[in-house]
């Protein structure tokens, strides 16, 4: 072995060290700050990447009037050891879009339940049968329409994953910093 404090020489616990400094810390930090900030990354691409485009796209959906067929709330038990109740909205509406008519059941993009009976009866209720209303067709493919956008929320949740990529990022920043000071 060299004298050399530089140079890398393997330990008697078989640790590969750099100038009395272990080289599996800055692996370590590189390897587990990435994997957070990987992850952190995914889960902000799915969350503003995929949701909000959605959310973005439905913006141009154009407001249509529409006449409401059917509207009520289905009430069933999840599964057969369920604790509780599941009510989900059932609404029918039906509007004219170019020169076709259509029929839509969506209240919103994704199913409208609650454990709260109350919340949806009152949804049920703003919607009787035989009323007018409003609702929002997509133009490139009419079949498609909501009676209520989806809201922006989705994108006030990006700070907690976001977080993931700051701490993991600041994880590998610092396993380099300290590696390049120990040499």
Request: proline share 5%.
């Amino acid at each position: 072995m060299s004298d050399n404090p530089e140079s890398v020489r393997v330990s008697s616990d078989n640790q590969a060290t750099s100038g009395g400094r272990r080289l599996p810390s800055l692996f370590g930090g590189l390897v587990l700050g990435g994997t957070l900030a990987a992850m952190g990354g995914l889960f902000v691409y799915a969350l503003l990447g995929l949701g909000f485009a959605k959310v973005l796209d439905a913006d141009a959906w154009q407001r249509t009037p529409c006449t409401i067929l059917k509207s009520g709330v289905k009430t069933e038990r999840p599964t057969p050891h369920s604790p509780g109740l599941s009510h989900e909205l059932e609404i029918e509406y039906e509007y004219e879009f170019g020169s076709s008519k259509y029929q839509s059941t969506r209240f919103q993009r994704m199913a409208t339940r609650s454990a709260h009976l109350d919340k949806i009866e009152a949804i049920a209720e703003r919607y009787p049968a035989r009323s007018q209303a409003v609702c929002f067709v997509n133009p490139k493919n009419p079949s498609d329409a909501v009676l209520k956008k989806d809201t922006r929320s989705v994108a006030y949740t990006v700070w907690f994953p976001g977080l993931f990529v700051l701490g993991g990022v600041g994880i590998m920043l610092a396993s380099v910093r300290r590696f390049l000071r120990s040499r």
